[in-house]
Each structure stands twice: as structure tokens, then as C-alpha cells.
């Protein structure tokens, strides 16, 4: 057990065992962050587009995701996000430079993916192995762990010479070791509520990062060159 | 000179190796003192890999059991032994080998000792040898992602090109996709292969490559570093609508749907449309298209127009793969007035009137006509507009090829000048106004200099000169404002024409001409509106060989020479202008042709044998090809036997020949009668006896004094004695009975009678006849004069003539009787001299049988018949039968009623002869 009530489905067949190892083996494959290709150097516009693009997209999915998550849960599903929980992280984007700015939705990112896995894997014994949710919650974990690494070669790219804290740098998230289902769908509804928002403002960050960033990068190698 | 680093290193190499080697050997040697197996040596390396291209080197170790040395070894390749240059002596038991390992090297590698002469060649130990290449480097890697819903799938498919190398080791493809987050593999074909990112990796960057691995290597394709757009492909745009508007004729509002949205993949579009059945797609410029749109405008259409309109999408940077097209959606056009002229034109038709003629004014649609054509107006010269209406559905503007309209067929007097003008009507308005001027036959304007054609690239072209127009003060504009080429088919008569302009020097027929078909094409110069004199040619599409042969005959037949003729193909079956004709003849299994023009229809073919059967056929040509006529047998003939002109110098040969021939037999003939004057004449004319030399004539003269006083009466007396010279036996005993049965033997037999005692007299035997038939006149003629001949003596049977007291002689002649009509002799018809005038004197000669008188009653008047009927001839005689009459008297000297016989002469014959003596 990780640490959660677990609802048995004795239904459980091959094909849904494999479906379950498939998403472990993905799992394990976004955790190895570094196994990747390396961050390419890119123009500063069309990676920060990119990058934006990407979130649109993930922000997009978690609209949908928190419908759908909603919706699979239940009577009082509107109840349990409106319920304070404060061990999910902040989705408010700190900083007072772009290059904090950045650091922080990269932190953001990452602060998410343990909390994104919990609720996969509370959900997973929660719903039917065939729910959407359960596949739209890995595709989340997915595309947010790729938007945390565009972030980090963006940062890179624009801020060679800052380092990159290896904790995030609102602290580590702390996650609570035992929660029974009530405080499982609370938990989840909050978590992908507060996702949601954070990639709302990272689209708006990423806009101002780019148009703060881009031009004057632009313009002051242009200086340079003269 | 110190060696350097890298010469170092090589020794070193080499020394490492040579130890290796010797140590093996060493254990090797030692093997079989463990081994419980005898063996007497083996091969390093065991059952190797080796790369075809390559050298490869092996060591056979000869133990002791082998009881051989190094100089006893010699490799083979299976059957075929290595040459000793590829040896290499390590020690006394251990030699090498290497060999260069090609596709045809064969498997076994095999160590043997030489064997003694008395000893087979003994196998040392041998190796398997797998050969194979090592793996080649896939190039053009790419990868593809298709929409899967409402998302991108997660699988990736990528296709590369492998090597071009048998693969002839088992050789593995393994596809790899790397992305910052992950790396991912899958299996794959020799070609093609797939991963499952689980999720596609939108807005990623991704890494893909294939590795290919066997037993001899591996090697990986270039990486394919992409950004995740770059693999996508997404559906077609979903429902494609059109959408037509009235008042807007010439254009249609396209709308579509994104196939995805816009946050995985934002697209631009590409439109493209046709009319319905042309296939001949008119894309929309893409700027037009490039925005993240959902509609255009179609604009610059044709109305009443039929369009079909497909969609099409891929990222609006241009990453990736255009999806494909969208399904057919159709709209058609609203309708618009014409825009355009109908396509006046006439056909002037021969009248049987003279100074007329029949012009047939006919029309297409006009190009421009946005709708379907529902009349036409007309108006001819001064006339009043007169409306044609069109009820043929199939007239509209959808199709391709304009039909044409036969509105009017009018007399038109060749002196008269004329304008037509037409206008068509659809259901929104009229086009503008075609017109078209007839001119008097006197004043049509000239034709083009010269014209000609030409075919290319499967069409008929035409090309003309234009006319040279210097000619003021006519009636129509000097300039020429278009032409007309019009096109009538020979084999069916049906016509097109087309319009050119002023300008235009060559044009293509724009018809659907048929091949082999034989077409007259014209060119009509037009002076606003004025139609010029034509120039017409024919010409074909593409020619061919003709579809039959020609008709062949054999006009006439000759001993040396026959006279083909033949018709002309018809034009629709000639397919081709003919080029020539050639006439082929077999006889006796050899044939011989004669190529002769086109024009020609009929030959003579010389130098033939005669009396020979000849087999003639004539192969008409075109440029494509021949066809041969159905052969024609004939034998020349032996002989000539009717004269031609075309042989004279036969015919005079002939002529002379038979001339020569004639005149020969002529000849011979006369030759002939020459040398058988005698017996001829004796055969056509026998001998006639002379009287002159009669010993009656010489008697005559001894008996006057009794001859004058005949006895008329005596004549019935005289008795006629038929002997046949031969038995010379008298018949006047023998036959007296038999001598009726015996007449008609003795009318064809010669007669000899005996006359007195003296001489014989043979009486006329037709007079016998005519004496016992009562005188039949069809046996006698008039003209007859019968002859006698003197056959035998008087010594007849033995008997001694009888004496003559006149003559004393003693043999007397007989005379034989003759029927000749041949004319009497000279000395007997006009006895002159004294013997004539003896004849005349001799009053028996002289007597007439009318002048006996008194004594003779009836028998004088039968007499007289008679002598009337044999001439004088039979008078002659009358003499004798005085004289038989004194010396035989028979009782049949009387006719049966008791007269004296008509004529005393014949009675004897009937009586029997009577030997003199």
C-alpha cells in the first residue's frame, strides 16, 4: 500500500494488469528525468513558443481532467474542492525578475509531479481501470514533466550562469502519509484545481518571459554586435 | 633509427598475437593426451564467422597420431584445394591459411594430409565456415503520426530504406524514440517499425533512429532529431460544405471544420475544385488559405456551373504531412445571361437550279453561354427576328462539347449578298449578337495561299498562308479579322469547325477525330464577318494500313503477257493516303512484284510464261502499312488464236506458217495427181472408146448395103450378152433365170456385151433398168451420157471371135458401159475428118429413132422416149441393134402384150446374152 485506502476490484483482468504496468513503467520513465536527449539550443522566441504552446495545451487537458475528474467522483464532487487543503502546493508564481519568475514555474512543475502521481495512483483504485481520468492523469504527469524540462533548457538557455536548486524553491512538498477516500477526493480535486491554475498563470508568465526576455535578448545582441 | 610509438605498438601487436598463438597450439597439443577421442589435429578458429569480402586465416595443428609434418598438410576448400602460396609454415605441426571469403567460397574448410601412392589423400579435421555481411546503415528514416479522435495517436511509425545487401545472417531492427523525458523502443520490420510514446509527445522535441544488429556488428541510421509537429498528420477538414448564392453567379462559399483543435496542432488549409467530370483541379493560392480559418470564398466561377470542391489541412508552419484530401462536395453556380456569341456558320449546298444555291445556316452554343440555351433568334438580311426554340435538355452548359444547332436551310440565288444574325437566349437574358455575310459568288473574298497539315503529339494540325488581299474598292473589309477551319469526315459526312484568330498561322483540330478516317478540311479566311473563298485539303488523324485490298481482275489473257485491272479502294476504307500499288505474280512457287503508281488501275504484266498458271494479287500501300487483295488464279495461254494488236510479229508467223503449209499440200497434191495422172484419169475419167477406132466404125462402112435397108423391126431382135471378163463365162445360160436378182450388181459392175457375132455392144444398163421398171426417170438424166469401154475381146470364154467379114480381123473389141457425166471428147461429140464423116454416113449413126417409120408402132415411140432420155450417145449404138436383131432373135424382142419391145436395144439385155458363136 502507498500509504492510502485502496478499494480492491477483484475484476481486475490481464489486459487491465498490463494497462496498470504500462502506466508504472511511464511513470518510472518521467521520474528518470535525465534519461532524455539533451536541451538543444533553440531561438529564444520559438522555445519560449513552444513552451507556451505546450502549456496551453496541458492547461487545456487539466480543464478537461478536472471536469472529468468531477464527474467520476460522485455525489458532493463540488463539495470536495471546495475543501481547504493546505499540503497542496501554491499555484501563485513567485519572483520578482523573469529569471526567479522562470525558477518558480519550473519549481511549480516539479512540486506538482509527486502530487499528480498520488492522485494517479489513489484514483487508480478508486475508478474502474478503464476511466479516461486514469489516462488523462498520466497524460498530465507526461506533458507537465516535458514542459518542466523545456522550462529548465529555456532557463538554461537565457540564464546559463544561474545555477538551478535541485529542491523546488518553495520547499519540498510535503505529501501526508495516510488519507481515507473522503480525504483522497478532497485531496485529488484540490490538487487538480490548483494545477489548473498554476498553468494559467504560467501561460501568462511565459508570454510577459518572452516579451521581456526575447526582445531584449535581441536587442542587446544587437548592440553587441555594434 | 628508433621506431616510433605507433611501430611499437604494432609489434607489440604482433608479439601479443604470436604468443596467444602458441599458446593455444600448446594447449591444443596437449588436448588430445586428455581427449579419450584420437584425433590427429585440428583447425583454429572453430566453426568461425566470417564477412564475405574479407581474409581470413586458419591454423592446422597435426598431432603425432597423424604421424605427419608440416610439409604433409594441404588445405582444401571442400573439393577444391587451396594453393600453396596461401600457406604459411608456424612450426613443423602447424601450417595457416588464408583465404579471401567471397559469396561462391565454399563452406567446408578442410586440414588433410597427403596420402601415399598407395593411400587415399587421409582428412586431417575440418571447420564450417558461415559466411554473411555485417549490417548496413538504414538511410532516409521517416516518421509519421496520424490523428487518432480527438488527439494525435501516441504511436509514432517511421519507415526507412535498408541496405541493399542480402541478409544473410539473422539481422534484428530495433526503432528508437528518445524525448527529454524518456527514451523508447520497439521492435521493428526490415523497413518500417512503430513506437508508443503513450502519450504524443506534443511540442517536443524528439530523437528517432534504427539500429541494426547481427552476429558481425551493429550499426545505427543517422538520428532523425525532430520537433513532434514535424511528425504529425492529421484528418481531412470535416464537413466540407458549399454553399451557392443567388445574385452571385460566379462564385461559391466554401466551409469546413478543424479536424483537431487548435492546441495540439493549429492548421492552415489548401481548397482545390473542378467542374464535375473534367478532373482538372484548379488549386486556390495558398496565401489565401493560410490563416486558422474555417470558410472561403470561391470567386471567378463560371455560371451555371457544377463544381466540385475538396479541403485539405497540416500545420500552418508547414510541419509535417498535408492530410488527405477531403471527401467530394458539389454545388453548382446560379445561372447568368450569355456573355458571349453564339457560333454562327454556314454550309452552302449545290442546288439543281441553276445560278442558286441552298445555304443551311446552323449554330453552336455560345462559349460563354452560363446557362442552358433555351432559343435562338434570328434574322436574315431585311427580315424580321425569328425565334428557334431548343428543346434539347442535353444543350446546356455542362457539356463539354458543343452541339451543333441546324436552325435554317435556305435557297440563296449565287447573285444575291446576304446577312444572318443571331442571338441566344437563356433563362436571365440574350448574348450579344453573331452575324455572318453570304456574299454574291462573284465577290467572295479570296482564300488563304496555301494550306497544309500535320499531325503531333496524337493531334491534326493545319497550317496556312494567308491570303495575299490587295484588292480595293471590293464590298468587305482587305483585312482578314479570323479564320474558320472547318472539318467534314469522308466516311460519314459529318462536320465540325472551330474559330481561330487573325493572327493564328497553325491550330490544332479541336475535335474528336478518329483514326484512319479520312477528313476534308477547310479554311475559310473571314472579313468582318465576310466568309472567304476556302481552301480544302484532306488529311488524317493517323493512317493505317487500308482495311481491304483492291478489287482485282484479269481483264485479258495472253500466251505471254495478262492484263490486271483493278478498282480504287473506297476513301473510307483506304485508311491512308495510298502510295503505291505492287502487283505480285507466283508461278512455279517464285514470286515477282511490280510497284506501280497510285494512279494506275490497270497493267500488263509481260514476259509471262505460256500456258502457265499464274497467282496475282495487288497489295495496295500507305505510309502505315499494306493490304493485299485476295489472290487471283489464270493460265496464260497455249496458242494465240485471235489477233491483238499487241502481238503482230506473232500473228505474221503464224499466218505465213500456215500460208507455207497450205501451199506445200498444194503442191504435194498436184505432185501427186502428176504422178497418178493415169490411174485418176482412168478412176474420173475411164477410158472412152474412140469410135473412130471402133472396128464397128471400121466395119460400119462394110455393112452399108444392109444398114440401108434396116428393119426397124429387127431392133427386137438384138440381144445384149452380159460376160464377165474375168470368168469370162457367159452368163446367158448359167443366169438366165437369175439375171432380175442379179440387176443391181450389174448396174455398178462394167458391162460388156457382145454385139453379132463380130463384135460386142454393150447396151446403156440404165436403159435395162428402165425397161423393166417401166421407165423410171429418177434413175436417168438427161444429162448423162453413158460411155463404153472395149474390156475384153471377142475371144471370149475361148470361143474365137467371131469373123468379121468387114474387118477380118481377129480380135474384136467390147465395150464396157460408163455413167461419166463427163463431156464427150472432141472426136466424138464433132467427129470430123473422114471418120466423122464416115459416122455421118453411116446411116446408123445418123438415123434419129423418130425417123423410123411404118414398122416399128409403139415400140418406135418407146424407142424414141428412150433415145430422148439417153442422148445421142445411145443413138450412136442403134447401128448394133440391127445387127443383133439378124443374128439373135429372141422371143423376148417383144413386149409382154405381144409389141415389138419399146426399144429393140434394150430387150436382150433382158433376154439373156447370147454367145455369138
Not at chain 2, 596 to 624: C, G, L
Request: glycine share 6%; aromatic share 8%.
Amino acid at each position: 500500500m502507498s500509504g492510502h485506502v485502496k478499494n480492491m476490484y477483484p475484476q481486475l483482468s490481464i489486459s487491465q494488469a498490463a494497462r496498470t504496468l504500462l502506466s508504472l513503467l511511464l511513470v518510472a520513465a518521467i521520474d528518470s528525468m535525465n534519461a532524455g536527449i539533451a536541451c538543444r539550443n533553440q531561438q529564444c522566441e520559438s522555445h519560449i513558443q513552444r513552451s507556451s504552446k505546450l502549456t496551453r495545451l496541458i492547461h487545456m487537458e487539466s480543464v478537461d481532467l478536472l471536469k472529468i475528474y468531477k464527474a467520476s467522483q460522485g455525489d458532493l464532487s463540488e463539495l470536495f474542492c471546495q475543501m481547504p487543503i493546505n499540503i497542496v502546493p501554491n499555484p501563485n508564481i513567485s519572483g520578482l525578475d523573469p529569471s526567479e519568475r522562470m525558477l518558480s514555474i519550473y519549481s511549480h512543475c516539479k512540486a506538482f509531479l509527486p502530487h499528480l502521481k498520488r492522485v494517479t495512483e489513489q484514483q487508480r483504485d478508486l475508478q474502474p481501470p478503464s476511466s479516461p481520468l486514469l489516462n488523462n492523469l498520466t497524460t498530465a504527469q507526461y506533458r507537465t514533466s516535458g514542459l518542466a524540462n523545456q522550462i529548465k533548457c529555456i532557463y538554461q538557455t537565457l540564464f546559463p550562469n544561474l545555477p538551478i536548486p535541485l529542491e523546488p524553491v518553495d520547499g519540498p512538498t510535503s505529501i501526508h502519509p495516510s488519507q481515507n477516500v473522503f480525504q483522497q477526493k478532497v485531496y485529488g480535486c484540490v490538487v487538480l484545481k490548483n494545477f489548473k491554475e498554476l498553468l494559467s498563470q504560467i501561460r501568462h508568465e511565459l508570454r510577459t518571459i518572452k516579451n521581456q526576455m526575447c526582445k531584449s535578448r535581441t536587442f542587446a545582441y544587437t548592440n553587441a554586435l555594434f | 633509427m628508433n621506431p616510433t610509438s605507433k611501430d611499437m605498438k604494432g609489434i607489440m601487436d604482433k608479439s601479443s598475437y604470436r604468443l596467444l598463438q602458441l599458446l593455444s597450439l600448446a594447449w591444443l597439443a596437449c588436448r588430445p593426451t586428455c581427449s579419450s577421442i584420437t584425433t590427429y589435429g585440428t583447425i583454429i578458429p572453430q566453426s568461425p564467422l566470417v564477412e564475405i569480402g574479407k581474409e581470413f586465416t586458419a591454423t592446422c595443428v597435426v598431432y603425432k597420431a597423424a604421424k605427419a609434418t608440416a610439409e604433409d598438410i594441404y588445405w582444401k576448400l571442400k573439393n577444391v584445394t587451396v594453393p600453396k602460396e596461401q600457406y604459411t609454415k608456424i612450426n613443423d605441426s602447424a601450417v595457416s591459411v588464408t583465404i579471401t571469403i567471397t559469396n561462391e567460397t565454399a563452406n567446408w574448410l578442410l586440414c588433410e594430409k597427403k596420402g601415399s601412392p598407395l593411400n587415399r589423400n587421409q582428412v586431417i579435421h575440418g571447420i564450417l565456415l558461415t559466411k554473411g555481411y555485417p549490417p548496413e546503415k538504414p538511410v532516409n528514416l521517416s516518421c509519421m503520426a496520424v490523428q487518432s479522435g480527438r488527439k494525435i495517436s501516441s504511436n509514432v511509425t517511421c519507415t526507412w530504406q535498408p541496405g541493399t545487401r542480402d541478409e544473410i545472417l539473422k539481422t534484428t531492427y530495433t526503432l528508437f524514440g528518445s524525448l527529454i523525458v524518456s527514451n523508447k523502443s520497439g521492435k521493428a520490420h526490415r523497413s518500417s517499425g512503430y513506437i508508443d510514446f503513450g502519450t504524443f509527445p506534443s511540442f517536443m522535441q524528439l530523437a528517432m533512429w534504427v539500429e541494426v544488429e547481427n552476429k558481425l556488428g551493429k550499426v545505427r541510421s543517422d538520428i532523425l532529431d525532430i520537433y513532434a509537429a514535424d511528425l504529425v498528420k492529421t484528418n481531412p477538414p470535416s464537413d466540407v460544405n458549399i454553399l451557392s448564392e443567388n445574385n452571385f453567379s460566379r462564385t461559391l462559399l466554401v466551409s469546413w471544420k478543424h479536424p483537431i483543435h487548435v492546441t495540439y496542432v493549429t492548421l492552415k488549409y489548401n481548397i482545390r475544385f473542378c467542374t464535375v467530370g473534367s478532373g482538372d483541379w484548379t488549386e486556390v493560392p495558398p496565401n489565401d488559405t493560410e490563416s486558422y480559418k474555417e470558410s472561403f470564398r470561391l470567386q471567378y466561377l463560371k455560371p451555371d456551373m457544377e463544381y466540385v470542391v475538396q479541403v485539405r489541412c497540416i500545420h500552418h508552419m508547414g510541419y509535417g504531412y498535408w492530410s488527405d484530401w477531403s471527401a467530394n462536395s458539389t454545388a453548382r453556380t446560379p445561372e447568368d445571361k450569355p456573355t458571349s456569341k453564339p457560333d454562327l456558320w454556314r454550309v452552302i449546298i449545290p442546288s439543281q437550279v441553276k445560278s442558286e444555291r441552298r445555304v443551311q445556316v446552323m449554330c453552336k452554343d455560345p462559349v460563354e453561354s452560363n446557362g442552358r440555351i433555351q432559343g435562338y433568334s434570328i434574322k436574315i438580311q431585311d427580315g424580321n427576328w425569328e425565334t428557334v426554340a431548343v428543346n434539347d435538355s442535353d444543350l446546356d452548359s455542362r457539356s463539354q462539347e458543343r452541339k451543333i444547332i441546324p436552325l435554317y436551310q435556305i435557297p440563296w440565288s449565287d447573285k444575291r449578298r446576304g446577312l444572318i444574325e443571331l442571338k441566344a437566349w437563356n433563362s436571365v437574358g440574350e448574348s450579344p449578337q453573331a452575324s455572318l455575310v453570304i456574299p454574291k459568288l462573284t465577290q467572295e473574298p479570296p482564300s488563304v495561299e496555301w494550306l497544309s497539315w500535320f499531325t503531333q503529339q496524337g493531334r491534326l494540325w493545319v497550317k496556312w498562308q494567308p491570303p495575299n488581299v490587295t484588292a480595293t474598292g471590293e464590298p468587305y473589309r482587305s483585312e482578314v479579322t479570323e479564320y474558320i477551319l472547318e472539318w467534314v469526315s469522308v466516311s460519314d459526312g459529318a462536320m465540325d469547325w472551330q474559330r481561330e484568330r487573325r493572327h493564328t498561322r497553325t491550330a490544332a483540330i479541336k475535335g474528336n477525330l478518329q483514326k484512319f478516317n479520312r477528313y476534308n478540311i477547310s479554311v475559310y479566311p473571314m472579313y468582318s464577318g465576310w466568309t472567304g473563298k476556302p481552301l480544302t485539303i484532306a488529311a488524317f488523324l493517323e493512317q493505317g494500313a487500308p482495311l481491304e485490298g483492291p478489287s482485282v481482275k484479269v481483264r485479258r489473257t495472253g500466251k505471254n503477257d495478262a492484263e490486271l485491272e483493278w478498282m480504287e479502294i473506297p476513301l473510307d476504307k483506304q485508311r491512308g493516303f495510298i502510295t503505291n500499288y505492287t502487283i505480285f505474280f507466283i508461278t512455279g512457287g517464285k514470286e515477282h512484284s511490280i510497284v506501280v503508281s497510285t494512279d494506275t488501275y490497270s497493267y500488263t504484266v509481260k514476259r509471262m510464261a505460256s500456258n502457265s498458271k499464274y497467282v496475282v494479287r495487288v497489295m495496295a500501300s500507305t505510309v502505315q502499312g499494306s493490304t493485299n487483295s485476295s489472290d487471283l488464279s489464270f493460265n496464260t495461254l497455249m496458242y494465240v488464236l485471235c489477233v491483238y494488236p499487241s502481238a503482230p510479229g506473232q500473228i505474221e508467223a503464224i499466218v505465213v506458217s500456215v500460208s507455207i503449209s497450205f501451199l506445200f499440200s498444194v503442191v504435194l497434191t498436184m505432185l501427186c495427181c502428176i504422178y497418178k495422172m493415169d490411174s485418176i484419169k482412168k478412176k474420173i475419167w475411164p477410158p472412152v472408146p474412140d469410135p473412130s477406132n471402133s472396128t464397128i466404125a471400121k466395119w460400119s462402112p462394110d455393112f452399108t448395103s444392109k444398114a440401108d435397108t434396116p428393119n426397124e423391126s429387127a431392133l427386137g431382135d438384138v440381144s445384149i450378152v452380159e460376160v464377165d471378163v474375168f470368168d469370162r463365162k457367159s452368163l446367158c445360160e448359167e443366169d438366165k433365170a437369175g439375171l432380175p436378182l442379179k440387176k443391181d450388181k450389174y448396174l455398178s459392175e462394167e458391162h460388156s456385151s457382145g454385139i453379132g457375132g463380130s463384135s460386142c455392144l454393150s447396151s446403156p444398163h440404165q436403159s435395162v433398168s428402165d425397161s423393166d421398171e417401166g421407165g423410171d426417170e429418177g434413175q436417168t438424166t438427161a444429162s448423162t451420157v453413158q460411155y463404153s469401154s472395149v474390156v475384153a475381146s471377142c475371144g471370149y470364154k475361148g470361143q474365137t471371135p467371131c469373123p468379121l467379114p468387114q474387118s477380118g480381123s481377129s480380135q474384136t473389141p467390147s465395150f464396157t458401159r460408163s455413167e461419166s457425166t463427163q463431156p464427150l471428147l472432141d472426136s466424138e461429140e464433132h467427129p470430123e475428118g473422114p471418120e466423122s464423116q464416115r459416122y455421118l454416113r453411116n446411116p446408123y449413126f445418123g438415123r434419129l429413132p423418130g425417123g423410123n417409120n411404118g414398122d416399128s408402132g409403139d415400140l418406135e415411140d418407146l424407142n424414141q422416149m428412150e433415145m430422148k432420155k439417153q442422148g445421142l450417145a445411145l443413138r450412136r449404138f442403134c447401128p448394133l441393134e440391127e445387127d443383133f436383131q439378124q443374128t439373135t432373135p429372141t422371143e423376148e424382142g417383144h413386149s409382154p402384150d405381144g409389141q415389138p419391145g419399146p426399144d429393140p436395144s434394150y430387150m436382150p439385155q433382158l433376154s439373156g446374152y447370147r454367145p455369138q458363136c
